[in-house]
């Protein structure tokens, strides 16, 4: 079953804008990543935060975790035509909850475009 | 440092026809390594995961087949391709600790 759900599917803003990108999940987790795809390009690894970590920052991304609610969002922060691509959240489960170490669920990402 | 290195970049092949992929990581001992198929628009599919040599772990049953014949190779293969087949199939490496994984360039499968 499909773990990770962004929202939105597609975004569209100008350049130096700031973009936000959520993920709800359903079961428990240990940690939840985000990632970045290029058109047609394999996934790049932004940042990783724990269950226990409230919110983590990156350069111009900011990334908060709410486990009470199962959600995640990612911020790019002044954005640039170079962050257009496709983000996706990821998470892995504890063993108590089927989990392994190491395996990954992935959602099916939002498309963000930044337009010049 | 590490790269993982797959090939070949773009593939058509016709319906019935055998399939290859090939995936290498260098600068790394003993990897996770993992199969991902991605349809167009679509979120990351495991297909096959590996923790070892010769160890290879199943996700989704289907028309394909993963081997790892070398600590750092993983290899993807099926006998007969469909036409449900294509896509994207992303090849990834992990150390299960800490969880990121890291992908190669992935490999456009066509179908015809």
């Known amino acids: 079953s499909q773990q990770g759900e962004e929202d939105p599917q597609a975004l569209s803003i100008q350049e130096g804008e700031n973009a936000t990108m959520n993920c709800s999940y359903k079961?428990?987790?240990?940690?939840l990543q985000w990632y970045r795809q290029n058109s047609g390009r394999g996934l790049v690894h932004l940042i990783l935060i724990r269950s226990n970590e409230r919110e983590k920052h990156s350069g111009r991304l900011r990334v908060t975790l709410d486990t009470s609610k199962k959600s995640s969002s990612l911020l790019i922060t002044a954005s640039r035509a170079a962050d257009t691509a496709s983000y996706f959240c990821?998470?892995?489960?504890?063993?108590?909850?089927?989990?392994?170490?190491?395996?990954?669920?992935f959602g099916k990402g939002t498309l963000l475009t930044v337009n010049p | 440092s590490q790269t993982i290195h797959q090939w070949p970049a773009t593939l058509v092949q016709p319906v019935g026809s055998p399939l290859s992929l090939e995936c290498t990581v260098e600068g790394t001992s003993n990897p996770n390594l993992y199969w991902y198929r991605q349809a167009a628009g679509r979120g990351l599919q495991l297909l096959f995961y590996?923790?070892?040599?010769?160890?290879i772990s199943s996700e989704v049953p289907q028309n394909l087949s993963a081997s790892r014949p070398q600590d750092r190779q993983f290899i993807l293969s099926s006998k007969k391709l469909l036409l449900s087949d294509s896509g994207f199939y992303l090849c990834?490496?992990?150390?299960?600790?800490?969880?990121?994984?890291?992908f190669g360039p992935g490999t456009r499968l066509t179908v015809t």
């Open positions: 990834a490496w992990g150390t299960g600790k800490p969880y990121e994984q890291y």
């Open positions: 990821a998470t892995d489960a504890p063993r108590n909850s089927g989990g392994s170490n190491y395996k990954l669920t």
């Open positions: 079961t428990s987790i240990n940690n």
């Open positions: 590996s923790v070892g040599i010769g160890q």
